[in-house]
């Protein structure tokens, strides 16, 4: 999402210009393709409640004013030419290869770096007080899975844990399995004012319709990142 900020051009061309590419190529082939498309919890408007599919979108930053594009776009193809497609408002996952531009594994490399060689013991944040839903990536590979497989007329599905976590909690839990003191200094310039305080999933329609469930614990994700960062630095 940061980099929307720096290209918004770009974002729109990926998410909306790269979505009607695909769609296009379908309706040329004549395929009878099921498809799923990835949307985002960013779409939401904020709220302090778990986030539910009919709750109000609001384009709050470039990457989510893409992605609220790219669905009206998904349910234009839908309507008008019969296509099968789902979309599914994904909310944070993470997982062992995640690029470290993402909060979770940022956090995991540098703190296992400091732990390997040494470094100096602090960690520079932005906004550690916001509440955010974060998945194992394989809970939510298996959701899209069950998507795909989906001959309901229901299209739009959010995948989330259902559970808010505040990102101080999270630098907390990596720090004590460090097993290393570690100062957190909180950089202001860091810190964006369209950050949404809390974000969290309503996953009620996937758990009934599809029988979906987590099955995976993140704190146990987390740790398996911080020791996939620092057995790598050891070896």
């Known amino acids: 999402m940061r980099d929307s900020w720096r290209d918004p051009e770009l974002t729109f061309k990926i998410n909306v210009s790269g979505s009607e590419n695909?769609?296009?190529?379908?309706?040329?082939?004549?395929?009878?393709s099921r498809m799923l498309f990835i949307g985002s919890s960013e779409e939401y408007a904020p709220s302090d409640i778990p986030l539910s599919e009919d709750m109000p979108l609001a384009d709050n930053n470039p990457y989510s004013r893409s992605k609220i594009e790219q669905e009206r776009l998904i349910d234009r193809y839908r309507n008008e030419h019969g296509l099968r497609i789902k979309y599914a408002r994904s909310f944070n996952h993470i997982g062992i290869g995640q690029d470290d531009k993402f909060v979770i594994p940022s956090w995991c490399g540098k703190i296992a770096a400091i732990k390997a060689f040494g470094l100096q013991k602090t960690i520079t944040v932005g906004n550690v007080r916001i509440i955010r839903d974060f998945s194992d990536v394989r809970d939510v590979?298996?959701?899209?899975?069950?998507?795909?497989?989906?001959?309901?007329?229901?299209?739009?599905?959010?995948v989330g844990s259902g559970k808010g976590l505040e990102l101080y909690k999270i630098l907390e839990f990596i720090i004590s399995i460090s097993e290393i003191a570690v100062s957190i200094d909180v950089d202001?310039?860091?810190?964006?004012?369209?950050?949404?305080p809390v974000s969290i999933c309503d996953n009620s329609l996937i758990k009934h319709q599809l029988?979906?469930?987590?099955?995976?614990?993140?704190?146990?994700?987390?740790?398996?990142?911080?020791?996939?960062?620092?057995?790598?630095?050891r070896s």
Do not use: C, M
Not at 22 to 32: F, K, R, S, T
Not at 218 to 226: G, V
């Open 211 to 233: 029988s979906w469930t987590p099955k995976y614990d993140i704190w146990d994700t987390i740790k398996q990142i911080f020791d996939y960062y620092l057995n790598g630095f």
């Open 141 to 158: 590979v298996h959701a899209y899975r069950l998507l795909l497989e989906d001959d309901s007329d229901i299209n739009t599905y959010n």
């Open 22 to 32: 695909i769609l296009n190529a379908v309706l040329e082939q004549n395929l009878d």
């Open 188 to 196: 202001e310039s860091l810190i964006r004012p369209s950050d949404i």
